[in-house]
């Protein structure tokens, strides 16, 4: 009997690891933002974002440094290129989406200071699986130059001579 509760107990602990396994994971590469002038009111997030091993979407994003954080698309309209706000944006399962100039960003408005490039900006991204479960992934996204392109941090812009 002892042996029937010992395996019982094994067997829940292997369903519990596979199940943790198995959950929703986000891996977020090159978070940056772009670096603002002062009286400057709103600026952009940018980053590449793979949802693993199952669908994932983004569906809010926050910063304990700016007042207002939405999730954007800048697309094309009647040949007029238009930005809006978008409800969530969709992670398929091994697909990296970048969030980009010109395509889908953060929307970061209401500053009340300065960006300065080489600094750090808190972000908090929730995400949401098809059960509707939420999880919340915290990054650091450095603050770019504004004339710094996208995949490149500060210090690569300016050795590349991107020096303005």
Request: proline share 4%; charged share 20%; hydrophobic share 50%.
């Amino acid at each position: 009997m002892m042996m029937t509760k010992t395996r019982l107990a094994l067997l829940a602990l292997a369903t519990a690891l596979c199940s943790l396994a198995a959950e929703a994971q986000v891996h977020v590469q090159d978070a940056w933002v772009r670096a603002t002038v002062a009286q400057q009111k709103a600026t952009g997030a940018f980053m590449k974002l793979t949802a693993t091993p199952s669908d994932l979407r983004l569906v809010s994003a926050s910063s304990t440094a700016v007042p207002m954080v939405e999730v954007h698309e800048m697309a094309m309209e009647d040949n007029v290129m238009k930005m809006r706000q978008i409800q969530a944006l969709e992670l398929p399962a091994g697909k990296t989406v970048e969030l980009k100039p010109g395509g889908y960003h953060l929307m970061l408005m209401g500053l009340t200071q300065a960006l300065p490039a080489g600094s750090k900006l808190p972000l908090s991204l929730v995400f949401e699986d098809k059960t509707g479960k939420r999880k919340t992934v915290e990054i650091n996204a450095e603050v770019r130059a504004i004339h710094a392109a996208a995949g490149k941090s500060t210090e690569a812009a300016e050795a590349a001579g991107h020096k303005h």
